[in-house]
C-alpha cells in the first residue's frame, strides 16, 4: 500500500538502507533498499527493479522507477518518498502506496510481533468462524434430517392408519352384509350379532338395520321400541343428511308408541326425497298403527 508523503531537507540521508514493506498481516513481501549514490531497487514477486532517488527543493524525496514491471504504465514511474524516524512511505499516486520499516530495526521487531499477533487472532478468529459454521450446518442438517425422518414417519402412520382404516370398513361391509343375510333368513341372532359387530367397526347402516329390526321384524318377539328409537336417533345424529336413517326414526317412534313424532319424522324423511313405501308408512302412524319389514323397505300393514 502507497501513501503520499512529504519529508524535510536531511530526508536523503535518513533514506540509505534496507526498508521492508508491511502491513497489516503482512511483512517483508516487498522491499527496498536505498544507497549513497542515489541508486536504490524496489523488489517484489520475484523482480527486482532499478531506480534512482534525488531530493528536491520542496525536501520531498523523488525515486524514478527505471522498469515498469511492477506498475505497468510508461517506462518510467514517479514515487515521492518520506521517511519518518524508522518509517519510510512511498508514494506512486492513486492506489500504488507503500509503507515500509527500517529493516532491523526496533521498530521493525515491534511490527513484526504485532504482525504476527494480528495474524494469530486473525487465524485463530478464522477457525472459530470454520467451526461456528460447521456447527451451524451440522445443527442444520440435523434438523433436517429430523424434519425429513418425522416426514417419513408421519407419511407412515398415515399409510397405516389409512391402511386398518380400509380393513375395518371392508370388515364392517362384510358383517353387515352377512347380518343381512341372517335376518332374511330368519336367523335373528346371528343377524343381530353380525350387525353389531358391523357398527361397532363403524358401519352407520348396521346401526340403521338394528334400530329397524326392533322397530319393524316380523317376528314381534324381535321388537324394542325403546331399543330401536336410542338406536335410530343415534345414527340420524351421525348422518342427518341420510333421509333413510329418518324414516327408520319414524318407524321406531312408531314401534315405541310415540305416534305423533312417527308422523312429524316420516314427514320429515319424505320431504328429504322420494323413499319406497314412505307414503303407505306415513298413513300407518296417522292410524295409530305400526308396519312389520318384509324386505328393504317393503312395509306391509299389521
Not at 130 to 142: G, I, T, V, W
Not at 188 to 205: C, F, H, M, R, S
Not at 259 to 265: F, P, R, Y
Amino acid at each position: 500500500v502507497m501513501i503520499m508523503n512529504y519529508g524535510c531537507s536531511d530526508s536523503g540521508s535518513k533514506l540509505i538502507g534496507a526498508w521492508s514493506e508491511y502491513s497489516q498481516y503482512r511483512y517483508g513481501k516487498e522491499r527496498t533498499e536505498f544507497f549513497k549514490d542515489e541508486s536504490c531497487y524496489i523488489e517484489a514477486n520475484n523482480q527486482r527493479v532499478a531506480c534512482r532517488w534525488s531530493v528536491l527543493e520542496d525536501g520531498r524525496i523523488k525515486v524514478e522507477v527505471t522498469k515498469n514491471e511492477l506498475f505497468g504504465g510508461s517506462s518510467v514511474i514517479t514515487l515521492f518518498a518520506v521517511v519518518t524516524k524508522d518509517e519510510l512511505v512511498l508514494d506512486g499516486g492513486g492506489d500504488k502506496k507503500g509503507t515500509y520499516v527500517r529493516a532491523g530495526s526496533q521498530r521493525a521487531t515491534e511490527i513484526q510481533s504485532k504482525i504476527k499477533k494480528a495474524v494469530e487472532e486473525r487465524e485463530i478468529r478464522i477457525e472459530a468462524e470454520k467451526r461456528s459454521q460447521a456447527e451451524k450446518l451440522k445443527a442444520e442438517r440435523l434438523a433436517r434430517e429430523q424434519r425429513l425422518e418425522a416426514e417419513r414417519e408421519a407419511y407412515a402412520k398415515k399409510q397405516e392408519e389409512e391402511r386398518v382404516a380400509r380393513v375395518k370398513r371392508q370388515e364392517g361391509e362384510r358383517a353387515f352384509k352377512a347380518g343381512y343375510e341372517f335376518l332374511k333368513r330368519g336367523l335373528y341372532a346371528q343377524g343381530v350379532a353380525e350387525y353389531e359387530k358391523a357398527w361397532k367397526l363403524g358401519n352407520l347402516d348396521a346401526l340403521n338395520g338394528l334400530a329397524l329390526h326392533f322397530a319393524a321384524c316380523k317376528d314381534d318377539k324381535q321388537h324394542d321400541g325403546k331399543r330401536a328409537v336410542e338406536l335410530a336417533l343415534k345414527a340420524t345424529s351421525l348422518k342427518p343428511e341420510e333421509k333413510y336413517y329418518w324414516d327408520t326414526l319414524a318407524a321406531a317412534y312408531a314401534r315405541n308408541g310415540q305416534i305423533e313424532k312417527a308422523v312429524s319424522i316420516q314427514v320429515r324423511a319424505l320431504s328429504m326425497g322420494w323413499i319406497g313405501g314412505g307414503e303407505d308408512r306415513l298413513k300407518l302412524c296417522r292410524q295409530g298403527r305400526r308396519y312389520e319389514d318384509k324386505g328393504p323397505r317393503k312395509c306391509f300393514l299389521t
